[in-house]
């Protein structure tokens, strides 16, 4: 059996062409059933030349003419473009015209089509480029999209990551740009509830490219995730040292999920110096709270601590003292529990007399209940009544986001050992990827490229 595909292309007047797309046989019983897939990505590759040949054919008919007094213009000569696309590379003929007699100012010539296609890349590769690489490695991504789709010469690895760079780029400068403000009053002109219990705030390392020490070999990547209160939370990530305004950024973080400064949001960490650098700056949007099993897990460390004291000479019990302290331990903890960090500290700040430094191993107990007492002193500010805050429904914990890092750094920036970043590159990257996690990145590119809207992602395949 012989199958043909063809194009029927029905111009404006009626008048209509013929494009063949396909020649395809099937004769023995043993022959593949249905299309093959390197059928399918050639017959889209050719109805994709025949479609755009036409309606370039379009583009130039209309511009040939003046768009004054509807003359024909004079010819200047035809040039070749390059079009790159989902379905593959395309090569068309571009003529330019001069300009009409009647016109006085403008360019001297000029060339239809190089105007109607904007770019020598459409949008949608743009897109699905992002797209990809956000989640994969370049060479998988290329594999990959190669397997399923007629790409040939419409991109490269190379190509590629500079257009996932300049997108990256674009979504950064777009974080930092205000959003437009809704009414946050509801219908009684109230102020509207909150829709984010929360957001977590935590801290990744990313191995750096070209570091030049190896004290310089990492940097660090922020990461914020939202929690609200109904449907799935979004994240944001931004390579610290290469942010210049995050209050902006968060800001916007903000508000496109309906959250605004007059709401005041939860900000939850766990308290380490950079994740608390980075909280201060969004204290205009509320409250830092200390993630609550940071501090538990940090006494629990402190008790074991405790049990490993070596018994004191001349008491009667040789447990007393150890017992003592892990009281003074559970004391400290209830206090912190309801909200009372300047209690906790000075019960703690007994016990340190209590364990003395007569034993090198007494002397490290009190180092690492010194170094707890500074980490609740650097944090007293965020230490809320947590028992309030559960009996309330309200997160105290920052698991959530804990996740989220090692979503959005780990899987695509540090899984293989071998993978190095420059801090440049990788900022550009998570923006993307943030995106891409969030499902924002399509509606980012409709924004940008209207024309996208008009090509929508499920189509009605006829029956
Ligand atoms: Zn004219």
């Given at each position: 059996?012989?199958?043909?595909?063809?194009?029927?292309?029905?111009?404006?007047?009626?008048?209509?062409?013929?494009?063949?797309?396909?020649?395809?046989?099937?004769?023995?019983?043993?022959?593949?059933?249905?299309?093959?897939?390197?059928?399918?990505?050639?017959?889209?590759?050719?109805?994709?030349?025949?479609?755009?040949?036409?309606?370039?054919?379009?583009?130039?008919?209309?511009?040939?003419?003046?768009?004054?007094?509807?003359?024909?213009?004079?010819?200047?000569?035809?040039?070749?473009?390059?079009?790159?696309?989902?379905?593959?590379?395309?090569?068309?003929?571009?003529?330019?015209?001069?300009?009409?007699?009647?016109?006085?100012?403008?360019?001297?010539?000029?060339?239809?089509?190089?105007?109607?296609?904007?770019?020598?890349?459409?949008?949608?590769?743009?897109?699905?480029?992002?797209?990809?690489?956000?989640?994969?490695?370049?060479?998988?991504?290329?594999?990959?999209?190669?397997?399923?789709?007629?790409?040939?010469?419409?991109?490269?690895?190379?190509?590629?990551?500079?257009?996932?760079?300049?997108?990256?780029?674009?979504?950064?400068?777009?974080?930092?740009?205000?959003?437009?403000?809704?009414?946050?009053?509801?219908?009684?002109?109230?102020?509207?509830?909150?829709?984010?219990?929360?957001?977590?705030?935590?801290?990744?390392?990313?191995?750096?490219?070209?570091?030049?020490?190896?004290?310089?070999?990492?940097?660090?990547?922020?990461?914020?995730?939202?929690?609200?209160?109904?449907?799935?939370?979004?994240?944001?990530?931004?390579?610290?040292?290469?942010?210049?305004?995050?209050?902006?950024?968060?800001?916007?973080?903000?508000?496109?999920?309906?959250?605004?400064?007059?709401?005041?949001?939860?900000?939850?960490?766990?308290?380490?110096?950079?994740?608390?650098?980075?909280?201060?700056?969004?204290?205009?949007?509320?409250?830092?709270?200390?993630?609550?099993?940071?501090?538990?897990?940090?006494?629990?460390?402190?008790?074991?601590?405790?049990?490993?004291?070596?018994?004191?000479?001349?008491?009667?019990?040789?447990?007393?003292?150890?017992?003592?302290?892990?009281?003074?331990?559970?004391?400290?903890?209830?206090?912190?529990?309801?909200?009372?960090?300047?209690?906790?500290?000075?019960?703690?700040?007994?016990?340190?007399?209590d364990i003395g430094t007569a034993t090198d191993r007494a002397r490290e107990v009190q180092g690492k209940l010194k170094e707890f007492m500074n980490y609740i002193s650097a944090n007293?500010?965020?230490?809320?009544?947590?028992?309030?805050?559960?009996?309330?429904?309200?997160?105290?914990?920052?698991?959530?986001?804990?996740?989220?890092?090692?979503?959005?750094?780990?899987?695509?920036?540090?899984?293989?050992?071998?993978?190095?970043?420059?801090?440049?590159?990788?900022?550009?990257?998570?923006?993307?990827?943030?995106?891409?996690?969030?499902?924002?990145?399509?509606?980012?590119?409709?924004?940008?490229?209207?024309?996208?809207?008009?090509?929508?992602?499920?189509?009605?395949?006829?029956?």
């Amino acid at each position: 059996m012989k199958l043909r595909v063809q194009l029927i292309i029905e111009d404006r007047s009626g008048n209509a062409t013929t494009a063949e797309i396909a020649a395809i046989e099937r004769n023995c019983p043993d022959d593949l059933i249905g299309l093959s897939l390197e059928e399918a990505k050639a017959m889209t590759g050719a109805a994709q030349r025949a479609m755009v040949q036409a309606q370039a054919r379009e583009a130039i008919a209309a511009g040939s003419v003046c768009a004054n007094c509807r003359r024909p213009l004079r010819k200047n000569g035809v040039h070749r473009i390059q079009y790159r696309t989902v379905f593959g590379r395309l090569d068309l003929e571009s003529p330019r015209f001069y300009r009409c007699r009647c016109l006085s100012t403008g360019r001297l010539s000029s060339s239809p089509l190089a105007i109607w296609l904007g770019d020598h890349v459409s949008q949608e590769l743009r897109y699905l480029e992002a797209q990809f690489a956000a989640l994969l490695p370049y060479g998988a991504s290329v594999g990959m999209l190669r397997a399923v789709l007629p790409l040939e010469n419409a991109t490269s690895i190379t190509t590629w990551k500079r257009h996932v760079i300049s997108v990256g780029e674009r979504l950064d400068l777009d974080a930092h740009r205000r959003f437009p403000i809704r009414s946050t009053l509801n219908a009684f002109g109230l102020p509207t509830r909150n829709p984010l219990q929360a957001i977590g705030i935590d801290g990744g390392f990313v191995k750096a490219a070209n570091a030049p020490s190896r004290q310089e070999g990492w940097f660090e990547v922020m990461v914020a995730k939202s929690l609200p209160r109904s449907g799935s939370g979004r994240v944001l990530a931004f390579v610290q040292r290469l942010e210049p305004n995050p209050t902006a950024r968060m800001e916007r973080f903000l508000a496109e999920q309906g959250a605004f400064p007059a709401q005041p949001t939860t900000f939850l960490s766990d308290g380490g110096d950079s994740v608390r650098r980075a909280q201060g700056e969004f204290r205009a949007f509320g409250e830092p709270i200390l993630d609550w099993f940071h501090i538990a897990m940090r006494m629990t460390q402190l008790s074991q601590a405790i049990k490993g004291l070596p018994d004191v000479p001349g008491e009667t019990t040789p447990t007393d003292h150890i017992n003592e302290g892990l009281r003074s331990v559970r004391g400290a903890k209830a206090y912190l529990w309801h909200g009372s960090p300047h209690r906790a500290l000075d019960e703690l700040g007994k016990l340190t007399w209590d364990i003395g430094t007569a034993t090198d191993r007494a002397r490290e107990v009190q180092g690492k209940l010194k170094e707890f007492m500074n980490y609740i002193s650097a944090n007293v500010e965020a230490i809320p009544d947590y028992a309030d805050r559960r009996r309330h429904g309200e997160p105290i914990a920052t698991g959530f986001v804990e996740s989220a890092v090692n979503q959005v750094v780990s899987k695509r920036l540090v899984k293989k050992q071998q993978m190095r970043w420059t801090p440049h590159g990788a900022h550009r990257l998570l923006q993307v990827r943030a995106r891409v996690l969030n499902s924002q990145l399509r509606t980012d590119f409709e924004r940008w490229f209207p024309k996208l809207r008009a090509a929508p992602e499920c189509v009605r395949i006829a029956a």
